[in-house]
């Protein structure tokens, strides 16, 4: 599981790079493949659409079961919201023993990258400065009550919160809901740093207030990080105090 | 504000090889520094004792002020409890015009790496596959209760929990305090990763319960991962399931 980082090969790792020059097959969200086409031309790619992470993972697993050396990329971190849960789920799954490549044998290593929250923080300033809770506002496979409930959690503790997947075409309604639940902890001049596209073709950031949010448009490419106590505006930036004293 | 990723140049991102390449001063805490002492060879070089922060901050700004390319470099991210925050805030106090290269003329940059979080995620399993919370042990800046009350917030809203500076060689009680603080939410028998000099020299890895975690060793080049109700072990690492159904 190789994780690309945000945008195009100047944000990939070494580590990462050799792991995707080394393959002889690699899988992947199509628009992840996209991002490192230059690295992979020529080799074996089966890119998928969407919301097809378990074909992924068990294509991912049958070819390296048959001897193949597959990279099964993400975007960012495959460690964070990316596929080396169900890559690592499945493989716990397999029988141990059947004469062939098992779970014991496969060699699977997950080879971390930049993820959003970092790339996102990194266009706005310093908004993660002290501690936070990463989000993800996708209600297609944990409940809203479930998320609504961490969100009110890490408001209430006054954690910088940062929002991966606020909408997508079909799901808009999460990313007011999330901002009207930590207004209630919050006050509307919080800031809140709003990223799209990092790293990639047409990137946009913009910082703007927890009241003022739900009025910008959000999609699956864009990070929203929410300040918190502690967050202020410093050099046309969003930083969040760590208590130095200056 | 250069992220050096967990480790060696195999965890730089090209942006950051760059960046210390075309630097002609090196500033930072001399273990960061030392992580990429071969790309930086030759360089001026200022390495500093922890817990000067501020006054790599200000050495920074200064020699940048007077037309240097400075590298100020950070382990992991230095927008995640890096030196991000320090510059900007110093940054955004320093006059606007003096005649000379100020807070309005200044080029600064920050550029992400892998942080702990992810490089220690990799080496446990797939932990982070659901909402997470990153807290920081360290109680020099921020006040003990602050963070026992994030910790509160987190555990009950179900949040996997990444523990940074789980413990220095003076301060030791908070690592055993916080499982206590999360055990009141969680049952005992919720995995815990540990992860010592993650992608360094002397890497160790170690999966234990919530319930023995206290027993382990830790220290200032240590990350901690606490499960959630999600949490299991599959394939002999730790999983936070998101929700597919296999």
Redesign the interface.
Known sequence: MV?V?PGG???????AR?ALEEADLVIGYRTYVDLVSTIIAGKEVRAYPMKS??ERAEAALDAAARGRQVALVSSG??????M??????????LPGEDGNET?ETLQ????????AA??A???L????????????LSDL??PWE??A??L???A????VIVLYNPASRKRTRQFSEAGRIIRRHQPGDTPVGIVRNARREEESRLITSLDAMSEQVVDMATTVIVGNSQTV???N?M????????
């Open positions: 994780g980082g090969p100047e944000d990939l790792t070494p580590r050799r992470e378990l971190d495959p460690g964070i919201y990316g080396a849960g169900p890559v690592l789920e499945m493989l716990g799954e779970a699977v290593e997950v080879i971390p990258g930049v993820t970092s790339a923080a990194a266009l300033g310093a908004p993660l400065m002290n501690d936070f809770a990463v989000i993800s496979l944990t479930v998320i409930r961490r009110e959690a890490a209430a503790g006054d954690l505006l410093a050099a930036r930083v969040t105090r760590r208590g130095y004293r200056l």
